[in-house]
């Protein structure tokens, strides 16, 4: 079964199944010998790219001396310990320990965890709500497919849960009232924020969590100043502030962190793919000194922390983290995206910026997105029955491009790998270009 996948539509093979077999850099080449130019690294992950040597010499010699232990009772491995090390070293100063787990969903799962305990030790259990906003993506389970605030990951699931509660997304396109600058949109969403921190009950509030640029939920960078109104809100209420690096961690905004972009004071980051950069599932909770000394403190008390999993710090993808962040400062990884995510984005303006149907341009370091529009007044969403985002993103890949139709949204997105160059740019620009320019659009 695959995940994200109509399963009737794919068993009736109107579903394209592509079977991968190597990469190498920004390319990956199906079992068929078709190469394409992967401009969304996998999903947001491969960032050093495809085919790094080092990376896969590092888990077979850690498999050959150590394959697996746990971290369960205070034990570790020294690929966990290094990469934990390494990782509070490009962090935000006030970031104190790292709890690993294997994927961004179960490391928001334990954040909620980590956030409840936090107010049960300090005798507020009743601090339990959690705010996320709509478009947001934090991962697809129980409470994480709750944060998550896209539709397709709720229905027939009965979820939100009810202690999941959302707010307005910083989605500019979107604003209530087109006429409204970006300094009033941003007063709205911070009164809109303080509206239903009053309407549930601020005692009631644990934690607010968001993406330093909404990912799944359409590749939005926030207006400016909006990390900065936010913030003080949530300090004023005692709110934590989960900051969901996943996507944004380690490189992909031509910062280390988003939370260093956008001046973001964290009490809890999480971070998964960069992480690794894919080559072996590792997630992590990173946790500020204050949240951590509270925790500790707590299990003097209480006992043991009741949270765990089996492959927690599993050293096989810890050796790869390890090696995945050595390349990330070697290649000069972070300042390429800086630089490429810059002349990818202008190119894609300067070629798309007088077409019709095209809204809207947009991106931060190596994320960017097209935003498409009705051709009748070039502001209303296409019918989704016309499916014309995923048609245009497969004519992309008839050109040699992978690019991704964003759910629930007429986007086009784009996440390559933080080595792409200005030439394999231009490749992704001209593909985009000419699979729009051909495309019938509906009347």
């Keep these: 079964m695959h995940p994200i996948t109509a399963y009737g539509a794919f068993e009736r093979q109107e579903v394209t199944s592509t079977v991968m077999s190597r990469g190498e850099g920004v390319f990956v080449e199906d079992r068929d010998g078709r190469k394409k130019l992967d401009a969304f690294a996998g999903l947001y992950c491969v960032n050093v790219g495809y ?16 394959a697996y232990f746990h971290a369960y009772g205070g034990h570790g491995t020294e690929a966990s310990i290094t990469l934990a090390k390494m990782i509070l070293d490009r962090a935000p100063k006030h970031m104190s320990k790292v709890y690993f787990g294997l994927s961004g969903s179960d490391a928001n799962e334990t954040n909620i965890k980590l956030v409840w305990y936090y107010n049960e030790v300090k ?52 604003r209530p009232d087109p006429e409204m600058s970006d300094e ?22 644990a934690a607010f969590i968001g993406e330093p640029v909404l990912g799944t939920g ?74 951590w000394s509270v925790i500790r403190d707590g299990t003097n008390t209480h006992g043991p922390f009741g949270h765990g999993w089996t492959y927690s710090a599993h050293p096989l993808c810890a050796a790869a983290g390890v090696a995945n962040l050595k390349l990330i400062d070697e290649m000069g990884l972070v300042a390429n995206a800086r630089e490429v995510g810059g002349y990818l984005k202008a190119e894609l303006t300067s070629a798309l910026v007088n077409h019709p149907a095209v809204v809207e ?51 086009i997105g784009y996440a390559p790998p933080l080595c792409l160059t200005k030439s394999e740019a231009d490749i992704i620009v001209g593909a985009t270009r000419d699979a729009i320019e051909e495309f019938s659009f509906p009347a």
């Design 51 to 66: 085919g790094r040597t080092e990376i896969a010499d590092a888990i077979a010699e850690q498999a050959r001396k150590l």
């Design 123 to 174: 005798g507020r259990p009743e601090k339990k709500k959690i705010i996320s906003r709509w478009r947001a993506y934090h991962g697809s389970g129980l409470i994480s497919g709750s944060l998550t605030g896209l539709p397709l990951f709720h229905k027939q699931f009965g979820l939100p849960l009810e202690y999941v509660k959302h707010t307005e997304a910083p989605y500019g396109l979107r």
């Design 184 to 205: 009033a949109f941003v007063d709205y969403l911070a009164q809109r924020l303080e509206e239903l921190i009053a309407k549930e009950g601020a005692d009631t509030i």
């Design 218 to 291: 359409g590749i939005v960078p926030p207006p400016a100043g909006y990390w900065d109104r936010i913030q003080p809100i949530l300090k004023k209420y005692d709110i934590l502030l989960i900051a969901d690096e996943v996507v944004t961690g380690f490189g992909r905004l031509g910062s280390m962190f988003g939370s260093e972009h956008y001046n973001i004071r964290p009490d809890i980051i999480t971070i998964a793919k960069g992480l690794t950069s894919a080559y072996a599932p590792l997630s992590g909770s990173i946790v500020s000194e204050d949240v």
């Design 361 to 411: 341009v947009r991106g931060e370091g190596l994320m960017c997105a097209v935003e498409l529009a009705s051709l009748k007044d070039g502001k209303s969403a296409f019918n989704p029955s016309d499916t014309v985002v995923p048609r245009i993103v497969a004519e992309i890949g008839r050109k040699g491009v992978i690019a991704r139709p964003m759910p629930q949204a007429d986007v």
